[in-house]
């Protein structure tokens, strides 16, 4: 880029993806940046929402009819499990800041949990708008 | 010729500035505080979701009128957007190689996250203070 960066030998690379064998870290770092990814699309969605509610009646019944359409429910769902799955990452992230649970062990058995609560969570969500009607 | 320095950098190094740029603290506190803050603005968030996705738009109106629904919301907002800017700037500083490219990202995911959080907060203070039309 620059002149002090001529005849620098190359920087090393980080090791590419395919030559790590999975565990679950890995795909909690994954997940969770992917989550980060689709929530960025929902918090537009939300603002769009809030949007469609100052607009008035009409405009708020054809979005919260999009909402409701089957692949704004899919959408949705999605994004409860993105949302819940970043809770229990930001979570987890600030335990590890403190420096405690690094060990492959730990380190494992709260990632897996972080999945678990929000898979659970977000069924639970679910339900409970099938049950209040919300889903209808 | 001077005393050891404190530091581990090389001299070589330090004349290549290809260190830290000194921004890395602050991004990665912003960070941590707005995920923080959203860890309760969240569990909220779903379940105001749950309460407003089973009513109608009069409900949606009345619910948004109420204070505390509409500072929660405004601050799920903001403290969200901060939050998604930083994620979302390590993901295309992580993926996007060229020059302008990614600069043209970077400022377009800044833009996007300032517009939606102003549009976001004008709805919200729009319905919290004159309600239905």
């Known amino acids: ?136 | 010729m001077t005393a050891p320095s404190q530091s581990f950098r090389t001299p070589m190094s330090r004349a290549r500035g290809l260190g830290s740029a000194k921004h890395g603290v602050g991004h990665f506190i912003a960070d941590r505080v707005s995920g923080l803050a959203l860890i309760p603005l969240s569990i909220w968030a779903a379940f105001a979701g749950l309460k407003v996705a089973a009513g109608g738009y009069d409900m949606a109106i009345e619910w948004l009128s109420s204070p505390l629904n509409a500072v929660l919301l405004g601050l799920f907002m903001v403290a969200g957007f901060i939050h998604l800017r930083l994620a979302i700037q390590v993901v295309v500083e992580d993926y996007v190689e060229g020059f302008v490219s990614k600069s043209a990202l970077l400022i377009l995911n800044y833009f996007v996250c300032v517009l939606g959080a102003a549009l976001g907060v004008f709805a919200i203070l729009k319905v919290a203070l004159l309600g239905a039309f």
């Open chain 1, 1 to 136: 880029m620059t002149e002090a960066s001529s005849g620098v030998r190359e920087r090393p690379l980080s090791p590419h993806l395919q030559v790590w064998r999975w565990h679950v870290t890995m795909l909690g770092s994954i997940l969770h940046r992917a989550c980060l990814v689709g929530l960025y699309v929902g918090a537009l969605i939300l603002v769009g929402w809030a949007v469609a509610l100052a607009s008035g009646h009409d405009a708020y019944l054809a979005y919260s009819g999009i909402l409701a359409s089957p692949i704004g429910k899919l959408v949705l769902f999605g994004l409860t499990f993105a949302l819940f799955f970043t809770v229990a990452s930001n979570v987890r992230h600030l335990m590890w800041d403190t420096g405690r649970g690094f060990t492959p062990k730990i380190a494992d058995m709260i990632t897996i949990a972080g999945i678990a609560f929000a898979l659970v969570a977000t069924i639970v969500v679910w339900v409970i708008a099938g049950q209040t009607g919300a889903l209808s």
